[in-house]
């Protein structure tokens, strides 16, 4: 039951940045560029009776795993600029970003 809450109110608050973004793309950009995600998992680690120790750990992988994540953001408009194809350009963009995400795992490691 309590899995099934959480995914309606994830579910819910996709639903409304989505549709909110909609009316304004700057405002839609912003609101996406939030870590929602974060504040969900953040409040229900903290609901679940988890230590600020485990909150704490939590925020820096979190923050370690930005990181490498950024590289689609960077490469992908790129592409686009260049006149790649949608598809070419966001597949190119997340191999980029696994490649990224691997360096930082051996880096972490």
Do not use: H
């Amino acid at each position: 039951m309590y899995f099934t809450l959480k995914v309606i109110i994830s579910a819910v608050v996709i639903a409304t940045v989505t549709k909110l973004s909609e009316k304004t793309p700057l405002f839609g950009a912003l609101l996406k560029s939030l870590p929602l995600t974060s504040f969900l998992v953040f409040a229900f680690m903290k609901y679940e009776g988890r230590t600020s120790e485990e909150l704490s750990r939590m925020s820096w992988d979190i923050l370690y795993m930005v990181i490498p994540s950024l590289l689609l953001f960077i490469v992908f408009p790129l592409l686009l600029d260049r006149g790649w194809g949608f598809y070419a350009a966001l597949g190119v963009s997340t191999v980029v970003m696994c490649a990224g995400y691997l360096v930082t795992f051996e880096v972490l490691a």
